[in-house]
C-alpha cells in the first residue's frame, strides 16, 4: 500500500493544471499514487494530462455533477494510507512536501499551513482543535491529509452541497467523531485565489450552506443572531 493518494480534481483548467502536475511529479518521496478526476474537459486540459500519463496511476475524465461528486470518483479509487485532494491551480510548497510530511504519521487527520498566492500570506492552521473552532474558522482541504479509513468510516462527501462540502466533511469529523488531529508545522500548499467557493457570485449559495452545516453541527449557533438573521435571509428568499 503506498503512503499516499493524492487526488486531482478538474474541468477546463487550461495551463492552470500543468502547475498542479509539476508540482506533483517533481515530488521527491515517491511513495503515492496520483488519481485524477478529470470532468469531461474540452479546453485543452486532457491534452495537457496526456503529457503526464505515465506518472498517472487512474485518470478519469467524464462529466460529474460537481467537484465533490468528482472527489468521491476519486476517493473510490483510492487505496493509499492518507488521502490528500491538490485539485487543479494548487500546488505543494515545495519539492518534499510528501518527505516532510511521512515524519508526521499517525494521527487520523494531519493538517499543515498554507502559502496565499493572492497576497503572500501564510495561512496557519491550529495546534488543537476547539470543540467549536469551526463554528468561526475553516481548515484548508489543500493542506489536509486524511487517513483514508476515515471515508470508509464515516462516509464520502455529501453531494448535496456545492461549496461548502469541504468545509461539512471537516465539520463531520471532528465535531460528531472522536478522531485525532495534528497541526503539521510546514507549508504544505500553494493556495491560488479563485474557485466558485470565493467567487462573489456565489455568496448568497456559500452563506446558505455554511448555515446548514453549523446549524447541524454545533447546537450553540442555533440560538445565535447570526442564525436567525439567516433563517430570516432563507425564508425571504
Request: with cysteine; aromatic share 12%.
Amino acid at each position: 500500500m503506498k503512503k499516499f493518494s493524492i487526488i486531482t480534481v478538474c474541468l477546463n483548467e487550461g495551463e492552470a493544471i500543468r502547475d498542479t502536475c509539476e508540482s506533483i511529479v517533481t515530488q521527491t518521496n515517491r511513495d503515492f499514487e496520483w488519481i485524477v478526476i478529470d470532468g469531461g474537459s474540452t479546453d485543452g486540459t486532457p491534452e495537457i494530462l496526456r503529457e503526464y500519463e505515465d506518472s498517472i496511476d487512474c485518470l478519469i475524465s467524464e462529466p460529474d455533477t460537481g467537484i465533490y461528486n468528482a472527489m468521491n470518483k476519486g476517493l473510490r479509487c483510492a487505496q493509499g494510507e492518507y488521502v490528500i485532494f491538490m485539485n487543479a491551480g494548487d500546488c505543494f510548497a515545495g519539492l518534499d512536501v510528501l518527505a516532510r510530511v511521512s515524519a508526521f504519521f499517525g494521527s487520523d487527520m494531519l493538517v499543515g499551513n498554507l502559502f496565499l498566492n493572492e497576497n503572500g500570506q501564510v495561512y496557519k492552521s491550529p495546534d488543537h482543535i476547539s470543540k467549536n473552532y469551526l463554528l468561526q474558522n475553516m481548515l484548508p482541504h489543500q493542506s489536509a491529509f486524511f487517513k483514508r479509513s476515515l471515508f470508509d468510516k464515516f462516509g464520502h462527501f455529501d453531494t448535496s452541497y456545492h461549496i461548502a462540502g469541504d468545509y461539512e466533511m471537516f465539520a463531520r469529523l471532528l465535531q460528531s467523531n472522536e478522531i485525532s488531529y495534528r497541526h503539521i508545522p510546514e507549508t504544505i500548499a500553494v493556495f491560488e485565489a479563485g474557485g466558485i467557493s470565493a467567487n462573489v457570485k456565489h455568496r448568497s449559495l456559500r452563506k446558505q450552506e455554511n448555515h446548514r452545516i453549523r446549524w447541524r453541527y454545533f447546537p450553540a449557533y442555533r440560538h445565535s443572531f447570526k442564525a436567525l438573521r439567516q433563517q430570516l435571509r432563507n425564508i425571504f428568499k
